[in-house]
Nanobody, 125 residues
Framework: EVQLVESGGGLVQPGGSLRLSCAASGLTFGDWSMGWFRQTSGPGREGVAFINRDGETTDYADSVKGRFTISRDNDKNTLYLQMNNLKPEDTAVYFC??????????????????WGQGTQVTVSS
């Protein structure tokens, strides 16, 4: 069974930074692309950042380009999201997710079937 556990969320002032982590188990992590998504109080989840299995390919939502960096440590089975220059509109629950099979890379939320429980990020002064 694939399990994804996010951590690292919290309250931060505008302009601050946070690093989210996602610990993965139940899959050969180095064979799987991964994604970070977020959900605000409104409906639907937004794709934030994506990374392929070896970290050489990444994609970002326009709203976070230049501020967020997705990375991974395949030896530690962990995915990261470094978030800098945070803005109030970044406030959301952040989720990591995996697609249904290894080697599949996608930026389409409909592709992702394995989800963590989420971690809250609040950006406020």
């Amino acid at each position: 069974e694939v399990q994804l556990v996010e951590s690292g969320g919290g309250l931060v002032q505008p302009g601050g930074s946070l690093r989210l982590s996602c610990a993965a188990s139940g899959l050969t992590f180095g064979d799987w692309s991964m994604g970070w998504f977020r959900q605000t109080s409104g409906p639907g989840r937004e794709g934030v950042a994506f990374i392929n299995r070896d970290g050489e390919t990444t994609d970002y939502a326009d709203s976070v380009k230049g501020r967020f960096t997705i990375s991974r440590d395949n030896d530690k089975n962990t995915l990261y999201l470094q978030m800098n220059n945070l803005k109030p509109e970044d406030t959301a629950v952040y989720f990591c997710a995996a697609p249904p099979r290894r080697w599949l890379y996608s930026t389409d939320i409909e592709t992702y079937v394995h989800w963590g429980q989420g971690t809250q990020v609040t950006v406020s002064s």
